[in-house]
């Protein structure tokens, strides 16, 4: 699995877009990348994957650079209750994910 | 959503005995159960594959034989940790796959050996 990097922590205004960045130079092409975030003591939650093309979901929007080496999670609307660790992972599609440290984004009022 | 849920939510136990944790899908079948571990302010480390039917395949490192994973339905999957020490407390967290893209999380097993 390719290796991600991100910032180690983030901070947004409550309301205010939060886009939060990871590079994954090396992914290989079957790779996908995907998102997950993990609220203080609970499990992660899936939050949105993509292979090439931008997604959308409900949650957040996903925008993968062209050459794939790098992609930014985007939540329009950040609140409070977004505040948690964001996990960018690139994989493939055994399932097996291979978590980094993340980055923590903290939602300020 | 699909729901994963584990049990117990936090156990304590002595040194040198086995505990149990189990993992279900509430609401799906999942073919394959993962089980991770979190040490405190550090991030998930994948422990074991598991698919229903067959062996778990362990990651480097892990100790197959101290980690005993048994899958034997569709919907549960349970984790024995063998002669329990203190080094293995930890955050021990499920998923289970709905599909290859979509991990459900269980909520998590605190496990003190004292």
């Known amino acids: 699995d390719a290796k991600t990097t991100q910032p180690t922590s983030m901070d947004c205004a409550e309301g205010r877009a939060a886009n939060l960045p990871c590079n994954h130079s090396?992914?290989?092409?079957?790779?996908?990348v995907y998102w997950y975030r993990q609220i203080h003591s609970q499990g992660p939650q899936y939050i949105i994957h993509?292979?090439?093309n931008n997604e959308t979901n409900e949650m957040a929007s996903l925008i993968i650079t062209e050459d794939r080496k790098s992609s930014t999670l985007i939540l329009p609307h950040a609140t409070l209750r977004d505040t948690a660790v964001y996990y960018c992972?690139?994989?493939?599609?055994?399932?097996?994910?291979?978590f980094g440290k993340g980055t923590k984004l903290s939602v300020k009022p | 959503g699909a729901v994963v849920s584990q049990h117990p939510s936090r156990v304590i136990c002595k040194s040198g005995t086995s505990v149990k944790i189990e993992c279900r899908s509430l609401?799906?079948?999942?073919?394959?159960m993962f089980w991770y571990r979190q040490f405190p302010k550090q991030s998930l480390m994948l422990m074991a594959t598991?698919?229903?039917?067959?062996?778990?395949?362990?990651e480097q490192g892990v100790e197959k034989d101290k980690f005993l994973i048994n899958h034997a339905s569709l919907t549960l999957s349970t984790l024995t940790v063998t002669s329990a020490h203190p080094e293995d407390s930890s955050f021990y967290i499920c998923?289970?796959?709905?599909?290859?893209?979509?991990?459900?999380f269980g909520p998590g097993t605190r496990l003190t050996v004292t």
């Open positions: 993509g292979l090439k």
């Open positions: 998923s289970a796959s709905l599909a290859f893209y979509e991990q459900y």
């Open positions: 609401d799906f079948q999942a073919t394959t």
């Open positions: 598991s698919n229903e039917g067959s062996k778990a395949t362990y």
């Open positions: 992972i690139a994989g493939g599609s055994q399932g097996n994910l291979i």
């Open positions: 090396t992914i290989s092409g079957n790779e996908y």
